[in-house]
Nanobody, 123 residues
Framework: QVHLVESGGGLVQTGGSLRLSCAASGRTFSNYAVGWFRQAPGEEREFVATITGTGFATYYADSVRGRFTVSRDNAKNTVYLQMNVLKPEDTAVYYC????????????????WGQGTQVTVSS
């Protein structure tokens, strides 16, 4: 079992930055890929970024590539999502999710999910 808790969301102006954190409980966190997804009101949940358990590989949605960076500190059982140059269309609830194994899916095929953190970008 892995329990995930997101934090770091909030209200920011266009062009601003936020760093989200995903803190995990459980053992051997480095065995788990962690993905970030987001869901805006009335929209489907969409992939944002993901990172393999070792942190050696990362993948991004086209809409955030070059602006967002996913990283992890396995010693702290935490994954981060640094979001820069934020746009109003980035407004959504952001979720982190974990899946044991070598692959880091870009679809919601994850086993454990956090409760989400709201990110609002004002224009």
């Amino acid at each position: 079992q892995v329990h995930l808790v997101e934090s770091g969301g909030g209200l920011v102006q266009t062009g601003g930055s936020l760093r989200l954190s995903c803190a995990a409980s459980g053992r051997t966190f480095s065995n788990y890929a962690v993905g970030w997804f987001r869901q805006a009101p009335g929209e489907e949940r969409e992939f944002v970024a993901t990172i393999t358990g070792t942190g050696f590989a990362t993948y991004y949605a086209d809409s955030v590539r070059g602006r967002f960076t996913v990283s992890r500190d396995n010693a702290k059982n935490t994954v981060y999502l640094q979001m820069n140059v934020l746009k109003p269309e980035d407004t959504a609830v952001y979720y982190c999710a974990a899946k044991e194994g070598l692959r880091a899916p870009t679809t919601p095929r994850y086993d454990y999910w956090g409760q989400g953190t709201q990110v609002t970008v004002s224009s």
